[in-house]
């Protein structure tokens, strides 16, 4: 992107410049007006200031003099309260402007297709978005950075050319002074000043670039053991059981280390800085004795040197901003391509169109939902491994269905491919007698509520957690966690269904135990009402005879809906219709538990015999 060209600099930006007013609109411009204020503020001051000085060496009329006191403090007023006012307008975004751009984050990957979000390729890929957006400075952010400099840069330049012609054009009688050739050199000193300052700044700019990214690991390191290892509960235990503190301070010997081998980088900012002011300073102190001769030599009074040495020390900063805005402006647009990279990763899922027919499932006796696998194989993204092979099957609304099986036998994989998380590699997956992906993906998805073994609540208040939304049906939600066996803890809640859990966002948080979790997952399956409701091991944590307790209880929860249940203990299911037997990646057996047990060579049998023990009461 460093070598791209003006008109991809210019496309990049202005794509950003689209995302910012979606997510923040108001502050680009909001910005820019403030800058433009205020870069005028110093010129009508500086013209001003030479006008009074001029008067007083000069005719010293009071009615004029007066004249230009009020109308300069009347125009610093004016410029002072619309500043103040835009940057109000602009404070309370700018203050949300890193939670404009996080979202920018979760719109994408609330979007992509979930097989993405298990691809190492692109989470690195996310990840370089990320931190070239938040660690470097740079992208979005420096758009609205870039948007006042580009402001106060073309004002600088354009009203400094303006206000310093008279310099070039009056007469001093003395040949050398007045000549083309001086002119010329003076703005050349101009320029060189603006050039060292600005390649100063571009050297300065990489060398901290490149400490940035050596650091990158670093700083990852320093998040954890800072932080997450010292400070969240989930490490906190095995930290102080096993000792594991020693860890933490071998690590923060091995950060102090790298940070001293890092000195010379350090070095390489500071030096250019230095060099490029100091040669910059010897191109103004020119232009300084310049102004001063032409004064000296009755080109103009006093009062104006004021203002050419203003004016002359604003152009030279505007030129070098502006070269450094240039070559800046390659960085930047450098990390927005590494954003726009994340972006515009295409969703590979087929979406279709077709709705899906709403049925009343209680009240009713319609139960034509019929979902069906034709043959259907799988292998991971990447892995040449088939996790399921010729799977055919078929089930309908109101049909207990159970999927058994060792672990890594395909129980989890087949869940994630019913609910369309995952296209089969081969094969269809039928509802109604029609492909899945020909229907609306977010209709599809409405129709299943599942309890994953690796179920997520989050820290929000009870009653959102359960409905999965900001708003509930309060009444509703107390009847589901009654229904799921949560009733007696949720009367101890101190805020009832309005409880936060955890205390992550709230000082009155709740810690629940993991059965307790358990109880809000199933009542948030059961709130959400769908017609398929699919539990892949949620309690897996519990002792066998436990587990079957609660999977009994919930198979009466669920009425007349179609309940899968995933478990590797076959106790849990025996009331089902149908068992399924998965063994890697393969149906093996099918049947009823009786049926099932009664096939002593099967391989349900032997699960059977090697955990009766655990049935036995």
Sequence with gaps: MNKSTLRERVSVTVRGYDI??????GLASGKAASALITALQPFVSLWFSAQIINEL????????????????????????MLRSVLDRITSEKQAQMWDFF?????????????????????????????????MFGNGLGQLVWGTEGLIRTAVNIIVSICMSVTLFTGKTGYGLLDSPFCIFAILLCILFGGWCSSRAAVKENKAFEKWSKENVSFYRAFDFFGCDLCMKPEYAKDVRIY????????????????????N??????????????????????????????????????VGSIVQYVGVLTRLGEGLQEAMFM????????????????????????????????????????????????????????????????????????????????????????????????????????????????????????????????DFKLFSFSLGQNIAANADYDKARVEYCLKKAGFGERLAQMPNGTDTCLYKDFSENGVEISGG?????????????????IVLDEPTSALDPVAEAEVYSKFNEIVGQKTAIYISHRLSSCRFCDEIIVFDHGLIIQRGSH???????KGKYAELWRAQAQYYEK
Excluded at 20 to 25: G, I, N
Excluded at 62 to 72: A, D, G, K, P, R
Excluded at 114 to 133: M, S, T
Aim: net charge negative; hydrophobic share 40%.
């Design 20 to 25: 910012l007013k979606k997510y923040c609109p």
């Design 326 to 453: 240039y070559t800046d402006n390659a960085v930047y647009c450098s990390h927005l391509q590494g954003l726009y990279a994340f972006l515009d990763i295409p969703n590979k899922k087929y979406q279709g169109t077709l709705p899906i027919e709403k049925r009343a499932l209680c009240d009713c006796n319609d139960n034509d939902y019929e979902i069906e696998f034709c043959d259907v194989s799988f292998k991971y993204p990447g892995s040449d491994a088939y996790a399921l092979r010729h799977i055919s099957l078929k089930f309908r609304v109101g049909e207990r269905l159970a999927v058994v099986g060792m672990n890594g036998s395909g129980k989890t994989t087949f869940i994630k491919l019913l609910c369309r998380l995952y296209d089969p590699t081969e094969g269809k997956i039928l509802l109604n007698g029609i492909d899945i992906q020909k229907y609306n993906y977010e209709e599809y998805m409405g129709i299943f509520s599942v309890v994953f073994q």
């Design 516 to 532: 307790e979790a358990q109880k809000i997952a199933l009542a948030r399956a059961l709130y959400k009402d769908a017609p398929f």
């Design 264 to 301: 010379h980088l350090i070095h390489q900012m500071c030096c250019p800085e230095a060099w490029g002011g100091f040669l910059a300073s010897l191109s103004n102190a020119v232009c300084y004795l310049f102004v001063v001769a032409k004064a000296a030599m009755g080109a103009f009074g």
């Design 243 to 262: 000792g594991q503190n020693h860890a933490a301070d071998r690590a923060f010997e091995k950060m102090q280390l790298h940070d001293r081998e890092q």
């Design 102 to 134: 996080q979202k920018v984050f979760t719109d994408k990957q609330l979007s992509m297709d979930y097989v993405d979000l298990e691809n190492a390729e692109i989470l690195q890929q996310r990840k370089k978005a990320e931190e070239n957006l938040f």
């Design 57 to 80: 060496t000069g005719q010293r009329r009071v009615n004029l003099l007066f004249f230009y006191v009020c109308i300069v403090l009347l125009c610093n007023l004016v410029i002072s």
């Design 594 to 600: 009786d049926d099932l047990v009664a096939d002593e």
